[in-house]
């Protein structure tokens, strides 16, 4: 038989920290606006054709309709593209100071919240002991840096 080769642990490629780029940025939500403003110009002129083209073969209340509803689309892109002013760095740290105790491993994700699709963040923390004694979920507004929600329990988890 072949002699099995042990294979090391190790992350692939795209995982490995040292390979990142320090300057990558999470996508703001300042772009929904892009799309905003194209629905906008549709639903005018779908609207407008609706309108002004009425008695006209060539349109017909459809695109009235049509028009109605790609701007009430639009306006929700508007409503839905509230900036992203903290980043995860950021959030941790005002984590952090909310919870009251020190920070050791953590997890941020970026989420979004409600019919606006407001961005917040949301952390799992756990305690800086060597077992943690404590964890705790917090949700931050990611626009304002407002902590909405908090948990703080017991780590239940066996580490030992």
């Known amino acids: 038989m072949e002699d099995e080769k042990e294979i090391p642990d190790s992350l692939p490629e795209d995982l490995e920290v040292s390979f990142t780029s320090p300057d990558y940025e999470i996508p703001n939500n300042d772009r929904r606006r892009i799309a905003g403003f194209l629905y906008l110009v549709v639903g005018v002129v779908a609207l407008g054709l ?5 008695g006209s073969p060539l349109a017909n209340t459809g695109f009235m309709y049509a028009g109605i509803g790609i701007l009430c689309v639009a306006f929700y892109s508007f ?15 005002l984590a952090e100071s909310d919870l009251g105790f020190a920070a050791g491993p953590a997890s941020a994700q970026m989420m979004w919240r409600g019919w606006g699709s407001k961005p917040v963040w949301r952390l799992l923390i756990y305690s800086q002991e060597p077992h943690p004694e404590f964890r705790a979920v917090v949700i931050i507004d990611a626009g304002n840096g407002e902590v909405l929600e908090r948990v703080v329990e017991e780590n239940p988890e066996d580490w030992t």
């Open 50 to 54: 609706g309108i002004f083209a009425l």
């Open 79 to 93: 409503f839905a593209s509230a900036s992203t002013s903290i980043d995860e760095g950021q959030a941790l740290l």
